[in-house]
């Protein structure tokens, strides 16, 4: 397969590798291969990025089969990667019915980490040093407020991190490209990506998120930026401090609650609660 990327899609992923310091010289590179739109954009993006990088890396593609009742169409996932001049590895696994049978109304994130685990140890087995995994935009964006709406949290996944466990490094080289792009780019291909087998497409948490963010951008096309501005750890951010411990509060109490005429002798008596505690998840 003769593989071509258009300028704007080559600028803004090797925007990611440079910036974030994802390829370099001898990486074994082992992609993380769903079938879908989004890992079959990055094994083609992978590809053509091979073709054009001044240094050498490998690539490798990896199929958790999740046990769904209808299996993946693993022939045409394989001929896929043959196209490429990709090495396929297929993981049969239950990770469906595992993940399922453990928390019904909410299984994703059992099963994104079985699934991350398999691929992960398939990387090692096969002396692969970085897994490649196919987050775009959109998806950081939406991890971003999913994990401040359903976590608590203020993060999203990064660029590039290291697992101390295995050593591997797992890269995301589509973090710059939005899924609209990735979506008009497969629509070019032959190739047509495989639909999801999981009864909950459509119905998750990160489905609602992504919704809510499309309505309100609607309204206010600065609401996508506005979020994707927020992720960048900048300096921008005013947060509260964090919840302090017991002592310190204890420490705080006494420091504001104890008039300072006090100090001197006197003995007047406050009307101010001892202990002030808000557990926000009660109310
Ligand atoms: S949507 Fe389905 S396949 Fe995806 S993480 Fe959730 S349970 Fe797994």
Not at 36 to 57: M, T, V, W
Not at 131 to 138: S, T
Not at 246 to 255: G, I, V
Request: with cysteine; charged share 25%.
């Amino acid at each position: 397969m003769q593989v071509a990327l258009p300028k704007d899609y080559a600028r803004r992923l090797w925007r990611a590798v440079i910036e974030f310091e994802l390829l370099a010289e001898g990486d074994r590179v082992l992609v993380g291969f769903s079938g879908g739109k989004d890992s079959s954009f990055l094994l083609y993006a992978l590809r053509a990025l091979q073709e054009q990088a001044p240094f050498g890396f490998e690539l490798g593609a990896v199929h958790v089969e999740l046990g769904f009742r209808e299996p993946s169409d693993v022939p045409q996932l394989e001929r896929y990667c043959q196209q490429l001049e990709i090495p396929f590895y297929l993981e049969k696994t239950q990770i469906a019915q595992v993940a399922f049978k453990q928390r019904q109304e909410n299984p994703c994130s059992s099963c994104a980490y079985f699934r991350r685990a398999v691929v992960n140890e398939t990387a090692v087995v096969h002396g692969y040093n970085k897994v490649a995994l196919a987050h775009h935009h959109d998806d950081a964006v939406e991890t971003f407020l999913m994990s401040q709406l359903y976590s608590g949290k203020l993060q999203t996944f990064l660029p590039k991190s290291h697992l101390e466990k295995t050593g591997l490094d797992v890269i995301r080289p589509l973090v710059y490209l939005r899924e609209e792009k990735i979506k008009a780019f497969m629509a070019t291909l032959a190739f047509r990506p495989m639909p999801s087998r999981c009864p909950l497409q459509g119905k998750t948490h990160r489905w609602k998120v992504k919704e809510l963010i499309h309505t309100l951008t609607q309204e206010n096309p600065f609401v996508y930026a506005n979020l994707a501005a927020a992720m960048r750890g900048d300096g921008l951010a005013e947060l509260w401090p964090p919840v302090p411990s017991k002592k310190t509060m204890r420490e705080k109490h006494l420091r504001v609650m104890r008039p300072a005429s006090e100090e001197h002798g006197s003995r007047r008596t406050s009307n101010a609660p001892k202990g002030v505690v808000f557990d926000f998840h009660s109310q």
